[in-house]
C-alpha cells in the first residue's frame, strides 16, 4: 500500500494459462469500495513483491518465472 493505492500480484501456472503474470493497482480512497486503476502484465508465472518509493514516483516489482 502508498497512498490511496494498494497493490496486488497475482499466482499461478504461466503454462496452463493460469492467471499469474498480472500486477493490480487498486485504488482505496474509499476501503470499501476499491477501484481497479490499472493491470499490468508481466512475462512471469507469480508476481511476488511490490516496493514504492516513498514519493510515489518508482516501483519495483519482483516475479518468478
Known sequence: ????Y???GTWGVKSANAAGNTL???RITD??????EDALLLDARTVNDV??????A???V???G
Open 1 to 4: 500500500m502508498h497512498g490511496g
Open 6 to 8: 494498494a497493490y496486488q
Open 24 to 26: 493490480h493497482t487498486w
Open 31 to 36: 476501503p470499501a469500495q476499491p477501484v481497479l
Open 51 to 56: 516496493k514504492v518509493r516513498a514519493d510515489g
Open 58 to 60: 518508482l516501483a519495483l
Open 62 to 64: 519482483t516475479h518468478e
